[in-house]
Structure formats: structure tokens, C-alpha cells
């Protein structure tokens, strides 16, 4: 198909995975129109964790350089009993981990990650960036899309991609399969400057202090300024959306059994934000027609295994890849990435329910975690890292 180039891709949503949709289209010579509801290009701060999957994505879209002036490279995966306070395993992440899976493990500010890739798209003339619409109607034509948004501003493109999250309403339109399913666990998040971290826990490492029906993450931010702090537990209570503000006091309830260092690293914060934690079975189809779903809209996954955001990066380079291989049959392109990401993406978000319940176990099931985790030796761990973390071939990261 010739002059299929000209015409816009439309992509709902300017989160991290439509952000990087853009960018590897543009990368492609394909042309895309962002079109996010928020007022601003935004995202609110926490960490994020980038396994050397995502590096080989950042290479296809040159930006390596950027994302490692910002990110912190730990030295070790490191989990903890919380409630003994003795160490269950570590993982080195230094030379051993770096020749086996190439690139390196890393921590990123959620908002550096998404500031890297906004500059980038700000940068190309390929890509355009509309904040404050929000759409609500979608219409498929024989010869492209056609969106209207709440304001009354009209789209047309030869495709679209909905990268809308978790609440995708462009879901609903391909799917139809009803709102996520909550988890049953409620994240609370901080960020604190590395001065009002506790000093015998400013560990250069990404830590998880596994408990009984609850656990808490801590690792260094943007260059070890910053420490991020997740605290997870179970909890029945559940309110649609994300960030509002948590109860402390329902926090110390929940980690009262841990021990003490967990409870003073708790104390240390004043004020959370909190999250419901949803997600979704895995499907095998998420397109219809010139209509595709990407990141936390095709796939929502719990934070178990730090993947979402990295899955989100990875479909666009495929989806990219697959719309030039197809030459602009974008019906055809969809079908061809979906079918390249299922298996793996729903891996993912089976995989972060089993680590759900490895962080979160009691009586035998911990004991037995705690003696098959501490049996490993760094090499079976790696081993048992491949499937996620190795260069996934069918990406062919060659720009
Ligand atoms: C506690 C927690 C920790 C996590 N930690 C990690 C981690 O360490 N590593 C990792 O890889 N992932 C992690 N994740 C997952 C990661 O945050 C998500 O998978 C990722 O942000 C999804 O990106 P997205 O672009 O698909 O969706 P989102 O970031 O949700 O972006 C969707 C965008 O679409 C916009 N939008 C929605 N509807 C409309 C509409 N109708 N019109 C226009 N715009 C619209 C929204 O405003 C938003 O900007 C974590 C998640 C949680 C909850």
C-alpha cells in the first residue's frame, strides 16, 4: 500500500505506553496524534522497575543514554522475612547477571521515565500531543477511525490504539468484558527524600520484606535522592479508581505482627498515597478490525513481577514493527501483534498473581518459601529469570 505513511495512527492515552507507541512508530516513519484526557503530560511519582527486557526497547528506540542518567542501578534483588527480620534469599545483579541477560537491572522515578519519553516524542515532527480530551466516541469506517471527545473535538486516523489503562472505555468497545477484578490487596506508596530514610536501611538494593498477607518494597530513586516505599496487604475494602490518600492507621493494623525495623520504616511516613489493586485473566484477542489495545488495556497485570509498564513499553515495539511488516493493513498488523504478545503478556500476569502469593504466605506455604528460596543458588535464580528477562527474538529490536 503506498502514501499508508501519511495518515495518523490515533493513540487514546499518553500514559507511559502510549508514549512509547508514538515514539516507535515515529521511529518507523509511521505518524500518531496523542490524545490524553488529563490536563497535563503527567505522571505522579513512584518507582518504577526496569528489567533488562525493557533495555533491549530502550535500545530500539534510542534511550538507553537518557533513562541511565536518571535511573539507580541496585546491587542486589534482596527479600526479607518480615516478621523474623532475617534475610530469605538475594540476588546479585552485578557481573553475572549483566553477561547473562545483557543490559542491567534498574530503578526509575515513574515521572522521569514518563519526562524521558515525552521529551522524545516532543522531539519528533512525526508525533502529535493533544492534552484535556478525553474521548468518548469511536467510529470505524472502511477507510479509518473517526473519535470525537468530550469537548466536541473530532479525530480521524488510519487506526487507533487504545493505551487507556486499566479502566480502558476502548476495552469495553473491543472486549466487552466488564470492569477489572480486584485483588483483594490495597497498595500504599511514599516517596521520601534518602535523609528521612532510615539509615540502617538505605540499601543500594530493591528489597522485599515478605510477610503474612502483606509485605512493603524499598528501594533507592533518581540517582539515590530518593527512597521509594510500597507497603501491600489484604483488604476487602475497594474504591474504584487510584491515588487517593491512605489510613496510616489501617497500614500499622496490617504490619502489626512484623517486626520491628519494618514498623519504624513504616512510622517514617506521614502521608501515603493509596492504590486498589486490580487486574485481569489474560485474553487472546484485544483488536478488532483497525482497532488494537496496548499495555494496562490489553493486559492489566498486579505489580508482583514490576512488569506492567515494561510489558506496556514492549507491545509497542512489536505493535511498530508488525504495522510496518504489514505494510499499513493495520487489521492485519493488530492481529499479527496480538498474536505475538499473548502468550507472554499473560505469562506475566498469571506469574505476578503466584508472586502475590510467595510475598504474601503463611504457616507451611512460607515455610516452605523460605527453605526453597534460600536453597537456590545464583544460578538457579537466574535460570528461573530467562523466560522473563532474556531478548525476546520475535521483538527484533532493529529500528
Ligand atoms: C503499585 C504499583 C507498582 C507498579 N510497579 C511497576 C514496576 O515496578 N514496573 C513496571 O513495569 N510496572 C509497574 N507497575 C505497572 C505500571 O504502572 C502500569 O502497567 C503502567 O503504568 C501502564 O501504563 P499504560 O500506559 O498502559 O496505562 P496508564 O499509565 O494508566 O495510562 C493511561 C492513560 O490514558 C489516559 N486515558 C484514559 N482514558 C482516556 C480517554 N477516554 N481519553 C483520553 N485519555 C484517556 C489516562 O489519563 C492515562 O494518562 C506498577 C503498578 C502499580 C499499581
Redesign the pocket.
Known amino acids: 500500500m503506498s502514501g499508508w505513511k501519511d495518515e495518523p495512527v490515533l493513540i ?7 508514549l512509547t507507541a508514538a515514539l516507535a512508530l515515529s521511529r518507523r516513519g509511521i505518524p500518531s496524534q496523542i ?4 490536563a497535563e503530560f503527567k ?1 505522579i511519582g ?5 528489567g533488562p527486557n ?1 533495555f533491549w526497547m530502550f535500545e530500539a528506540l534510542g534511550l538507553i543514554e537518557p533513562i541511565s542518567a536518571l535511573a539507580v542501578f541496585p546491587n542486589n534483588l534482596i527479600m526479607m522475612d518480615s516478621i523474623t527480620g532475617e534475610e530469605v534469599t538475594r540476588i546479585s545483579l552485578g557481573d553475572a547477571f549483566r553477561k547473562k541477560f545483557h543490559y542491567p537491572y534498574a530503578l526509575i522515578h ?1 515521572a522521569d521515565l514518563h519526562r524521558v519519553l515525552l521529551d522524545a516524542c516532543r522531539k519528533s515532527n512525526l508525533i502529535r500531543l493533544d492534552a484535556s ?4 466516541t469511536i467510529v470505524e469506517r472502511s477507510d479509518g477511525i473517526a473519535v470525537t ?1 468530550e469537548s466536541g473535538k473530532e479525530y480521524r486516523g488510519a487506526a487507533l490504539i487504545g ?7 476502548v476495552r469495553e468497545r473491543v472486549v466487552g468484558d466488564g470492569k477489572p477484578k480486584p485483588a483483594g490487596h490495597i ?1 500504599y ?1 511514599a516517596v521520601l527524600p534518602t535523609s528521612e530514610m532510615d539509615e540502617r536501611f538505605r540499601w543500594p538494593d530493591m528489597v522485599v520484606w515478605a510477610g503474612e498477607k502483606a509485605h512493603l518494597v524499598h528501594y533507592p530513586l533518581r540517582t539515590g535522592e530518593l527512597f521509594n516505599l ?1 507497603a501491600v496487604f489484604h483488604s476487602d475494602r475497594y474504591e474504584e479508581g487510584w491515588d487517593s490518600f491512605g489510613d496510616p492507621a489501617e497500614l500499622h493494623e496490617r504490619f502489626a505482627k512484623t517486626c520491628e525495623p519494618v514498623r519504624r520504616l513504616l512510622n517514617k511516613i506521614e502521608s501515603w498515597r493509596m ?1 486498589v ?1 486490580c487486574d485481569r485473566p489474560p485474553i487472546k484477542e484485544w483488536s478488532r478490525g483497525r482497532i488494537t489495545l ?4 490489553a493486559h ?2 498486579l ?1 508482583y513481577l ?7 513499553i514492549e507491545d509497542a515495539v512489536c505493535l511498530a514493527a508488525k504495522a510496518v511488516e504489514h505494510d499499513g493493513d493495520y487489521a492485519a498488523a493488530f492481529r499479527a501483534y496480538q498474536e505475538a504478545r499473548y502468550l507472554r503478556t499473560g505469562r506475566v500476569q498469571i506469574m505476578a498473581r503466584v508472586y502475590g502469593e510467595v510475598f504474601h504466605a503463611s504457616g507451611v506455604a512460607k515455610e516452605l518459601r523460605n527453605m526453597m528460596l534460600s536453597a537456590r543458588t545464583p544460578e538457579d535464580a537466574m535460570a528461573g529469570m530467562e523466560w522473563l528477562y532474556s531478548r525476546q527474538p520475535e521483538l527484533t529490536p532493529s529500528a
Not at 46 to 50: K, S, V
Not at 163 to 169: L, P, T
Not at 294 to 297: E, I, Q, R, T, V
Open positions: 487514546v492515552g499518553g500514559g507511559i505506553g502510549g490524545i490524553e484526557q488529563a505522571e513512584a518507582g518504577i522497575q526496569l525493557v515513574r480530551q478525553k474521548v468518548v471527545t493505551a487507556d489503562g486499566i479502566w480502558s472505555a497498595t506508596r510500597v492504590w489493586l496496548l499495555g494496562d488495556a492489566p497485570m505489580q514490576a512488569q506492567g509498564a515494561n510489558m506496556a
